[in-house]
């Protein structure tokens, strides 16, 4: 390992930095937001997620579909129009997620590039695609893994034992994101991972799709997103989501009350 004395340098300056203004946004001195738009249940906020998540408080679950630090690689899922989609930057964030731990459970699809650079998840699912989702140097790609961090909400709950996998034929509709998720797929997802009335956080909301989901589904939803193009593409999905909703899913039931006897 070679020492460069004005890279080091400059690199320390620039953590030294940016641990003063994490600082700052802990203490209430800097507000990280850029812009916060709420529609039903759910909170959209434009901004650096790692940022605005020091000024967030507990969430039941975090469920999310991270960059895929493809930078270089011939496609068009990493051509996204802020974010540098390196292997190195993208592992960082979902470490700081990770680490950040306001949260009971985590479940993340990291992509085959980066699913060895992150802590061994709790349990590891897949999305099977029978008609492949791209190419590898043995042909065709045929799944794309599911981590799960934390506790199976099923078991908890005693309901038995589900499929952590899932059978995905669904299509994802072009909305300007480079790499969007079906709906119906990651319906699914929410289903299984989480509860009726929980409170879900993508830290990258990309086109807004798990914050759709938690609209049909019964479930409050904040999404952080930093491309001011995106964040409003996920706003206009999640207000159509609200105008056209699921009939097929039920509502959240109605917390008891206890009240005072006479």
């Not at 460069?4 to 203490?27: C, F, T, V, W």
């Not at 099977?128 to 909400?153: E, L, N």
């Not at 589900?162 to 509709?173: G, H, P, R």
């Not at 409050?220 to 409003?232: C, R």
Request: glycine share 8%; hydrophobic share 35%; proline share 8%.
């Amino acid at each position: 390992m070679t020492y460069d004395p004005a890279k080091d340098g400059a690199e320390s300056y620039n953590a030294a930095l940016k641990a003063i203004r994490m600082q700052k946004i802990r203490d209430g001195e800097i507000i990280p937001i850029v812009r916060e738009v709420t529609i039903g249940n759910c909170r959209l906020i434009q901004g650096d997620c790692i940022e605005v998540m020091e000024t967030l408080g507990k969430v039941d679950a975090v469920v999310t579909d991270p960059p895929y630090g493809l930078m270089g690689a011939a496609t068009e899922k990493n051509s996204y129009k802020t974010f540098n989609d390196n292997p190195e930057t993208v592992k960082s964030l979902v470490c700081s997620v990770l680490k950040w731990g306001k949260f009971d459970r985590l479940v993340m699809t990291p992509g085959q590039n980066m699913m060895f650079k992150y802590p061994e998840p709790s349990a590891v699912g897949v999305f099977y695609y029978p008609a492949g989702t791209g190419s590898c140097s043995w042909g065709f790609v045929g799944w794309q893994p599911i981590y799960y961090y934390g506790k199976d909400p099923i078991l908890q709950d005693g309901r038995g034992r589900a499929s952590n996998s899932f059978y995905a034929t669904d299509s994802a509709e072009k909305n300007g994101h480079p790499c969007p998720k079906p709906i119906k797929q990651w319906q699914r997802l929410l289903a299984r991972s989480t509860r009726v009335s929980e409170t879900i956080l993508d830290p990258f909301m990309g086109s807004g799709t798990t914050l759709v989901a938690c609209a049909k589904m019964g479930r409050s939803g904040i999404g952080i997103e930093l491309d001011p193009d995106y964040f409003d593409i996920a706003c206009e999905r999640v207000r159509k989501a609200y105008e056209q909703p699921d009939f097929f899913v039920a509502s959240p039931e109605p917390k008891p009350v206890q009240e005072e006897l006479l």
